[in-house]
Structure formats: C-alpha cells, structure tokens
C-alpha cells in the first residue's frame, strides 16, 4: 500500500463517483459525508472519488460529443464536496511558502486546478490563482510580483502544450532560476519533465503537494 493510502470501501466510493458524474451535488454531499465518517480521510475520499471521476470527465472533454452542462454540473459537485472536504481551507495563511496555479491559454478546464489550489491552502501553502485561459505574460508576471517557491501548471488538453516549455525561458528572463516548475493534467502527464522544461510532472493533486513538501 503507498504512503497515505487506507483500505477504500469500493461501493460507497463508486456511489460518490457516480453522483458526481451525474451532477448531484446533494448526493455527492451525502455520500461524501459518509465516507469521512467512516474513517477514511479526506485525502483518500480525493484521490479515489474525486480525481476517479475527474478521470472520467477529462475522458468526455477529449471526445467530439461531451455534453458540457453535464461537465458543469459535475464540476459543482466537486467543488462542493471540496468544501466539505476542507472548511476554512480557502483562508490558509501560507506559512509553508508561496504558489503560483494557472490553466495556461488555449485551455478553459480547471476543476484540477481548483482542487489542487484548496489541497495546498488546506496544507499551509500560500497560493496565487490566475485563473483559466492564463496568458503566459500574466502567469510572469504574477512571478516577478509574488516570488514564489513554485509554478503548478495545470493542462488538460495537448494544445497548450507549447505554451507549458516557454515557462522556464520566461522565467529565466526574469532572473527567477529558484522557481520550481511543476506540471499536472491529463495531457501533460503523458509527456515527461525533460520535453515540457518542468521540474516535476504529477500524477495527482496530492502527488504535487508531496513534490512541493520534499522542496523543504
């Protein structure tokens, strides 16, 4: 078993994935609640329900004929279970150190940004959102201005690609060589860190958190 994982008890875990796909965010809640109540953390209720179903719908995003109010609807129950999950998590003071989070331009997906920007505020990190669609020039500057410890790129589709191996150069630019850079999402996870210029490339929300935490 690896490090953080707990036995999952497969059926009210497959019942959590299917209200959120389903978009009930009622049902979601309550199924979500009682997971937590069983013993399981919430870190296990993430990482086996919500990024489960977050694989599904990044299936759907990748096929000509998703239905997108079925994408926003599951995408509310996530970030209420998230709220749940993590109360207060919004308002974490950052005493581990600073984030930039950004779904770069050409890319209007950001559910896995979201949930990794509450993980790190629930773990004391300070973060900096730019948003979806994030011009790269935003992105630096947000850096020059804030002077974080690390940039997580998020990146569900492969056209922003590209834009994900200008970062470290535009980083450089700015004399910024102690930013680490870190990569996650459907299309970036299946490339690796030397083609993208990245310094890590997560295969979930909390495998970046363990990245950032081993940083010191």
């Not at 509310?76 to 600073?98: D, H, N, Q, S």
């Amino acid at each position: 078993m690896k490090r953080n994982e707990q036995f999952v008890p497969e059926s009210p875990m497959k019942s959590l994935v299917a209200a959120i796909l389903d978009g009930d965010t009622a049902q979601s809640l309550t199924h979500a609640q009682n997971l937590l109540a069983s013993g399981l953390s919430a870190q296990t209720i993430v990482l086996n329900g919500l990024e489960a179903a977050m694989s599904q719908l990044d299936a759907k995003c990748t096929i000509e004929d998703f239905n997108l109010l079925e994408i926003m609807l599951a995408g509310r129950a996530v970030t209420e279970v998230m709220k749940f999950l993590y109360p207060g998590g919004m308002y974490g003071a950052g005493i581990k150190g600073k984030i930039v989070v950004a779904t770069l331009e050409g890319d209007v997906h950001d559910l896995g940004k979201n949930i990794f920007k509450t993980i790190l505020f629930a773990n004391g990190y300070g973060v900096v959102d730019c948003g979806k669609d994030c011009p790269l020039q935003k992105l630096i500057d947000a850096c020059v201005n804030e002077s974080p410890m690390a940039v997580a790129i998020s990146g569900l589709i492969t056209p922003v690609i590209p834009q994900v191996k200008k970062v470290r150069a535009r980083l450089l630019e700015q004399g910024l060589k102690n930013v680490k850079i870190v990569a996650g999402g459907a299309a970036l996870k299946q490339s690796s860190s030397e083609i993208l210029d990245v310094d890590f490339i997560a295969e979930s929300a909390f495998d970046a958190l363990h990245y950032l935490e081993g940083l010191g």
